[in-house]
């Protein structure tokens, strides 16, 4: 089984670098070894990978620079971001800086495995689908940008002009995680005053609109401390 694709894993500690690398070799993928950052940059410029692995806690110098580095050399390049659990605020900005998603210390090859997959697919679908995709359509859910409606199953349902924003907005990156700050600046502006309390009631009404539970949500998921992703299908 060959996927065809190569990862760039960029990891100091030899022992997780090899558990991750023999994972993803038995699963089909090729995979491209770093230590560094240093080593990390002129591998993903020689040998163009379809996605990276990226630890931040590297020998030579923190990997959070390298992120923003690799999306100006090639954005359609998924970066997944290694981080050790607790470490919201690290998250956060790894996102910010342009990451794809990130993967909590210590992980099972199952999880590793299917966020990596998950990067691959979004990365796929983006260069494939048109910049202006007209219709949004997440399991039973139907968001249509053109005509400004939502429905469910049959069931057409009613937002306000914000909460279709939103929704909208976690549809165009269904797969990925937004951060709390990204979603705001997107729907309210850089300058919104209580951002995050509008932004937790607007997602509060958008949940019971789509009769979402949010313990086991169908549609929106939240990652505490860092923002909301909208599942795939
Ligand atoms: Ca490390």
């Known amino acids: 089984m060959n996927s065809g694709k190569t990862i760039l894993v960029v990891e100091d500690e030899a022992s997780i670098s090899n ?15 770093a230590a560094s950052a240093g080593e990390a940059r002129s591998l993903f410029l020689n040998r163009r990978p379809d996605a990276v692995l990226l630890d931040l806690g590297l020998p030579d110098e923190d990997g959070m620079g390298l992120i923003g580095q690799m999306q100006e050399w090639a954005e359609d390049v998924p970066v997944i971001v290694v981080s050790a659990r607790e470490r919201e605020a690290e998250k956060v900005k790894a996102l910010d800086e342009g990451a794809e998603d990130y993967i909590t210390k210590p992980f099972g090859i199952s999880e590793l495995l299917a966020r990596v997959r998950r990067a691959l697919r979004r990365a796929e679908r983006q260069s494939r689908e048109p910049a202006a995709a007209e219709v949004i359509q997440v399991k ?3 968001i249509d940008l053109e005509r400004h409606t939502v429905t469910v199953g049959e069931r057409p349902v009613h937002f306000t002009q914000n909460e279709f924003k939103l929704l909208a907005l976690l549809g165009k990156y269904r797969g990925k995680v937004l951060t709390y700050d990204f979603i705001i600046k997107e729907i309210w502006g850089a300058y919104a005053a209580n951002g995050n309390q509008t932004l937790r009631v607007n997602m509060a009404n958008i949940r019971k609109k789509l009769q979402e539970d949010p313990v086991m949500p169908r549609y929106v998921l939240t990652e505490l401390g860092v923002g909301y992703r909208m599942l795939e299908d």
Request: negative net charge; contains cysteine.
């Open 140 to 142: 039973d859910l139907v």
């Open 19 to 33: 558990f991750i690398c023999s994972a993803l070799e038995v699963n089909g993928y090729g995979v491209v070894k």
